[in-house]
């Protein structure tokens, strides 16, 4: 059964930094596109970045250019997300997507049938 499992959020201050990781099974990475995408309280979900399969090019939103950086371990069936320079802006539920398709869509929620159950990430002093 193909599986998504996020971990790695917590409570951080701001400008600090934290790792999401998100974990496969029941399928092999190596082919897939990953997004990660968030959403905060009364907000809708959007989306953060999105890596794609073996040439690991990648997308991120204006919002965490420069301070997130999505890399992939397909020997660990795992994709990760470092995130630095957290503002309180960013807390939300963070969720990791598998899809298909890599291109100028990545954002779109409908582009990955599959979801994780996703992680709370808290930036507060």
């Known amino acids: 059964q193909l599986q998504l499992v996020e971990s790695g959020g917590g409570l951080v201050q701001p400008g600090g930094s934290l790792r999401l990781s998100c974990a496969a099974s029941?399928?092999?990475?190596?082919?897939?596109?990953i997004g990660w995408f968030r959403q905060a309280p009364g907000k809708e979900r959007e989306g953060v970045s999105c890596i794609s399969g073996r040439t690991a090019m990648s997308y991120y939103a204006d919002s965490v250019k420069g301070r997130f950086t999505i890399s992939r371990d397909n020997a660990k069936n795992t994709v990760y997300l470092q995130m630095n320079s957290l503002k309180p802006e960013d807390t939300a539920v963070y969720y990791c997507?598998?899809?298909?398709?890599?291109?100028?869509?990545?954002?779109?929620?409908?582009?990955?049938?599959?979801w994780g159950q996703g992680t709370q990430v808290t930036v507060s002093s």
């Open positions: 029941g399928f092999t990475l190596d082919y897939y596109v």
């Open positions: 997507a598998s899809g298909t398709r890599f291109g100028v869509r990545w954002y779109l929620e409908e582009e990955y049938p599959y």
